[in-house]
């Protein structure tokens, strides 16, 4: 546990994460690789690895509450302390916001949790690969909330494809298939996966030669 965020606990802060965006919260908890925060609203389950640098804020000038109940995931007894891969499992099937890429946060639930990345559903998108690296935040919906104002039965629909143990390995599995790449990012390739050879993935567009991207720069994948 990091001993300078854990002298903030409970002080008003204001993180930025990758991708220059600002968060002003509460620091509630923190983990071996994850810090949380309550915004006033949400709490906020953040990878450290994503925060660039953090202040803290004098005199709450953001007028931040306190919250007014515990957070649905804490660190279990066994464990102690909270890490990424904990709060991605007693995330799993329930409804929760992430932020990936870009400026679209992407709402639905895991299904399934891998090596390094996990299998998403979105009502949007349908169902989406993402990279744990690339995780921004994750916000766990209040009990009752749904995306969408859907019901559970229009929503929830449980996987049981059979899932590669690396993103890697997920990606190749997908070869010849059409898919879209960091939905909504201004980096975003849609086109078919040609070829997959160590940390290069070749993407064929629908009119121009091949483009070939860096692996470890995907940070979502839907199949189309």
Known sequence: MNKIIQSLMK??????????KQINGTVIDLGTDIIVLFNGENFMYIPINHVQSFRVVRNNEYDIQDP?????????????????????NQAKGNYVELFVTNEKPLHGYINQIMSNYFEFFSPVYKTMYISINHLKWLIPYSQNE????????????????????SFEAQVENLKDK???????????????????????????????????????HIQTLHQV
Not at 11 to 20: F, N
Not at 68 to 88: C, N
Not at 186 to 215: C, F, M, W
């Open 146 to 165: 749904i995306p969408y104002g859907l019901g559970d039965k229009k929503l929830l629909q449980i996987s049981t494809d059979s899932l590669a143990n």
């Open 68 to 88: 007014t109940e515990f957070p649905s995931i804490i660190a279990d007894e066994k464990s102690q302390e909270l890490s990424i891969l904990e709060v991605l």
């Open 178 to 216: 059409i898919v879209v790449l960091n939905v909504g990012s201004n980096n975003s390739k849609i086109g078919k996966i040609k070829d997959v050879h160590e940390q290069i993935v070749e993407i064929q567009p629908a009119r121009t030669h091949s483009i070939y991207i860096n692996l470890d």
């Open 11 to 20: 002080e008003v802060v204001q993180i930025e994460v990758s991708g220059k």
